[in-house]
């Protein structure tokens, strides 16, 4: 996402695509991302887990870390 905004889908799936060689290879891949909104943040989490990736949803600035307690509804 840049702020609400999805990213163009080929740019993120060749992202994708690529931290997934990293994956690949045994490492840890921790993706942040800038979602606003709730429904965004459960979208982003949801597609790195899915992934197999960490997720950190964070403030544009990086400033400061938050910790979260964010999981999807079941």
Same mark, same amino acid.
């Given at each position: ?21 990293? $994956? ?8 942040? !991302? ?8 459960? *979208? =982003? %989490?949801?597609?790195? $887990? ?8 964070? !403030? ?8 979260? *307690? =964010? %999981?999807?509804?079941?």
């Amino acid at each position: 996402y840049d702020d609400d905004m999805p990213t163009d889908d080929s740019w993120r799936n060749e992202g994708i695509s690529n931290l997934n060689i990293v $994956i690949n290879d045994n490492k840890i891949v921790l993706v942040t !991302d800038y979602p606003q909104s709730t429904a965004l943040k459960y *979208d =982003f %989490y949801k597609k790195c $887990i899915t992934n197999g990736f960490l997720a950190y949803a964070g !403030d544009r600035n990086l400033d400061i870390l938050k910790e979260v *307690d =964010f %999981y999807p509804p079941s």
